[in-house]
């Protein structure tokens, strides 16, 4: 998984499709109807990247694969991500990219690869990979996605699942300068804000969530891309900063239980201030998944066992 700003970079800039996407993506969560009529999996053609990948990530996130029906790992991915789409129930969308047929497509977001699947949020690039994965990757990986667009995104006007019109909860409106900062890319404005937040209410799950996803974002979008964060730890176990760095290279591909192992393993041989450190990352990286995801029960009870 890659931040917006260093997976952009060469790509064509999406800037004035997207400016015109937001505008009419406001009106339509004004007074639309159309939630109840999206469809959960797509074609993407020049007649409607606009309209419904530039335009629907401002509504929800927008899982593009680029690929190839001649290359399996496309069709397979194509066909796991189609399902995933339709069971997350509107949560994300999905639209396929045939790079042979609509290859000026492709180019839009700077594909070096077959195939490649680009997350978009906002109208903006926020984390893609290349080549093949599992179905069990790829779920851990658009969970990831949704998580950290919670409370950023307008969602659709109204959903097929949903209740009478107005039924949506509103978000918190003291997310907004947050939000307007992480979409800046100004995290540390946004973690400010959270922890803000939180330094009121400790007990607010949306603002702490918001804040650890913003944190890991910051610190992905400091690492070098060229340094093999994964194997510089391998190489220094004890090394704490390493081993942070290649925690959260692990959490961003989708791969957590990895990155808790390497932790608790640390914790173990570390004491003072050092365990202190360690402890309170992995209850950080612990709080980005669901509590009752099986690794995080599993590593939990590891954690505890570390400890004591």
Known sequence: MTTPERFT????????????A???????????????GVPTSFTVTRSNIESEVIERSMQVPVVLLIGSDEVES?????????????????????????????????????????PTVVALAGG??????????????????????????????????QQADSGEPGDEVPGDPRFAPAEDAMAEGDFDAAIAVYDGILAREPANT??????????????????????????????????????????????????PEPA???????LASSQGDRRAAVKERLLEL??????????????RGRMASALF
């Open 9 to 20: 970079a060469g790509a064509v800039d999406l800037g004035e499709i997207k400016a015109r």
């Open 22 to 36: 937001e505008a009419r993506a406001q009106a339509q969560s004004r007074g639309g109807n159309a939630g109840g």
């Open 74 to 114: 496309s069709r397979q991915l194509r066909s796991d991500l189609t399902d995933l789409a339709a069971a997350a129930g509107h949560d994300w969308l999905f639209g396929y990219v045939d790079a042979q047929s609509a290859p000026e497509l492709a180019q839009i977001f700077g594909v070096t690869a077959l």
């Open 124 to 157: 903006r690039p926020l984390a893609d990979f290349q080549g093949g994965q599992p179905q069990s990757a790829l779920q851990e990986w658009t969970a990831a996605v949704v998580g950290a667009c919670a409370g950023k995104l307008q969602g659709l006007p």
């Open 206 to 255: 949306d603002a702490k969530l918001a804040r650890d996803n913003a944190r890991l974002l910051k610190r992905l979008s400091e690492a070098d891309p060229a340094v093999d964060a994964v194997a510089e730890a391998d190489a220094d176990p004890t090394d704490v900063d390493k081993a942070f760095a290649a925690a959260d290279a692990a959490v961003a591909a989708g791969d």
């Open 260 to 266: 808790f192992n390497r932790l608790i393993t640390l």
């Open 286 to 299: 612990f709080a980005l998944f669901a509590t009752d995801d099986p690794r995080v029960i599993a590593a």
